[in-house]
């Protein structure tokens, strides 16, 4: 058992009679963290509170514990969010293709809080205090741009991410007991957001692209508009994925689906024939040199401003753009939801209310049409032809 000065900067342990961190050297305050640890059978117990009168008698109790055998209980004894960090990276790394996200939201969000933490005495309590903390954060920004709070949505993130390690902590048995992170509330989020062109807008885009001397650039934004797909899913294409005989390309694992084969119109693959082909890569959409493209925020970004479409306008709202188009025109859900690749349907259904307008727009057409002036046209026709 032991009682050490927690550094609130580096997050190491130092000795009671310390005034300086030993790790990084910055003083200790008034205000100081103490951490109360107890090892038993390889496995740590650790408290951590405000106070040195307060963490004499946690040790005290502990030890008490001990004595007693109650602290043999798994969950009490389970292992830390280190361990379970470094079994879950190599898992992501296997499993995941967007493990780079989880492993940047966790150094920056969950590892200053939770890293050392064993993952058993981690509360519904704790996480709702680290959750208010994060929503405060404020996302760095360019120099001459105000810095804001973190979305919902990122909050979410960092809450999801918690929530599957300690899924995953219980399922390789470095934890038993339930998850608190079920207990807290979820942020809620508005991102039902569903961008669309007006015709005036699609039409100073494919003005701009006529003239645009950037040839992959405009390869890139046609064959999202004409094919729906997310940026990363364009990115990952090779040419080894196109049937150009039978218009169809493949998508390598999009996002939360198999493999997909999908239909091309004619437009998406006459795009593909005038893709610039500089460099011998299997990259259909290659960035620098012919590697792998990563980003594409700056073309877009040009390409918005000589158009003059609104500045808020993601790349990823081509995406939304294919799919209202084709509900408006009234395609059905099902049929939206094969082609955008949705797992679920419930994420298509953002696009119900087009549908709804395209059979509001049917059914106005059919009460014109039985108007009793229609009727008579159309008998007289009909009597015409049989008389023929």
């Known amino acids: 058992m032991a009682i050490s000065i927690r550094c609130k900067n580096c997050k190491a342990d130092n000795n009671l009679d310390k005034t300086t961190c030993s790790s990084c050297g910055i003083k200790f305050g008034k ?33 008490e514990k ?14 830390t969010m280190a361990d379970v960090w470094d079994k879950y990276l190599p898992w992501a790394k296997e499993n995941k293709s967007s493990w780079k996200d989880d492993e940047r939201n966790y150094k920056n969000h969950i590892k200053p809080v939770f890293h050392d933490e064993c993952i058993g005495n981690i509360t519904q309590f704790d996480i709702e205090k680290w959750k208010l903390s994060i929503q405060k954060k404020k996302r760095p920004r360019g120099k001459d741009k105000e810095s804001t709070p973190l979305a919902p949505a990122t909050v979410l993130q960092q809450l999801q991410l918690l929530s599957r390690l300690f899924n995953l902590a219980n399922q390789w048995g470095l934890y038993i007991g339930g998850n608190p992170c079920n207990r807290v509330q979820k942020p809620r989020l508005n991102n039902e957001i569903t961008e669309f062109f007006t015709q005036d807008e699609l039409a100073r885009l494919h003005n701009t692209l006529d003239q645009w001397p950037d040839k992959m650039t405009v390869s890139i934004i046609l ?8 940026r990363g899913e364009i990115f990952k294409l090779t040419w080894a994925d ?78 939304h753009n294919f799919a209202s188009y084709l509900a408006s025109d009234g395609e059905s859900i099902y049929m939206v939801q094969k082609l955008m690749c949705h797992k679920d349907v419930k994420t298509t259904m953002r696009y119900a209310h087009l549908t709804d307008q395209a059979k509001q727009d049917a059914a106005t057409r ?5 108007k009793p002036q229609k009727i008579t046209k159309i008998i007289n026709i009909r009597e015409a032809l049989n008389a023929k």
């Open 242 to 319: 196109i049937d150009m005989e039978r218009n169809l390309f493949t998508l390598k694992d999009p996002k939360g689906v198999l493999d997909q084969i999908l239909p091309m119109s004619s437009e998406a693959l006459e795009v593909l024939k005038k893709t610039p082909k500089e460099y011998n890569t299997k990259w259909i959409f290659y960035g620098k040199n012919g590697q792998q493209r990563t980003d594409f925020k700056g073309p877009w970004a040009r390409v918005k401003k000589a158009a003059k479409l609104p500045q808020n306008y993601r790349f990823h709202g081509l995406r």
């Open 66 to 79: 001990v004595v007693r055998g109650e602290l043999g209980i798994q969950k009490a004894l389970s292992g």
């Open 223 to 230: 064959f999202s508009m004409y094919t729906g797909i997310r």
């Open 366 to 370: 059919s009460g014109t049409l039985l």
């Open 31 to 63: 205000k100081r963290k103490y951490r109360v640890v107890i090892r038993k059978k390889g496995r740590r117990v650790i408290r951590t509170v405000d106070n040195l009168a307060l963490a004499r008698e946690i040790e005290d109790t502990l030890k």
